[in-house]
Nanobody, 122 residues
């Protein structure tokens, strides 16, 4: 049973940085496409970034390109999201997901974490 547990969220000022972590405390995630999604208040969940199982292919949403970086460590069953130059519009609950994707405004995944709140505010 895959169990994804996120950590690292919090309150940060605009322009600041945060690092999110997602650990699979159950079955290994080494064969899964891993990703981060986010949902802001009153908005649909959206894809932020995904990475293939071997790290060879990564997709970033245009809104985070150049600011966010995803990395995975299969030996530790962990994926990380480094976020820099944060903006108020990055405020959302961030979810880790295994084999996740979005079609229009609907996002689905084989497994979701419980989410971690990121708030960007002065």
């Amino acid at each position: 049973q895959v169990q994804l547990v996120e950590s690292g969220g919090g309150l940060v000022q605009p322009g600041g940085s945060l690092r999110l972590s997602c650990v699979d405390s159950g079955r290994t995630i080494s064969s899964a496409t891993m990703g981060w999604f986010r949902q802001a208040p009153g908005k649909e969940r959206e894809l932020v970034v995904t990475v293939s199982w071997d790290g060879g292919s990564t997709y970033y949403a245009d809104s985070v390109k150049g600011r966010f970086t995803l990395a995975r460590d299969n030996a530790k069953n962990t994926v990380y999201l480094e976020m820099h130059h944060l903006k108020p519009e990055d405020t959302a609950v961030y979810y880790c997901a295994a084999n996740g994707h979005c079609s229009g405004t609907y996002c689905a995944a084989d497994y979701w974490g419980q989410g971690t709140q990121v708030t960007v505010s002065s």
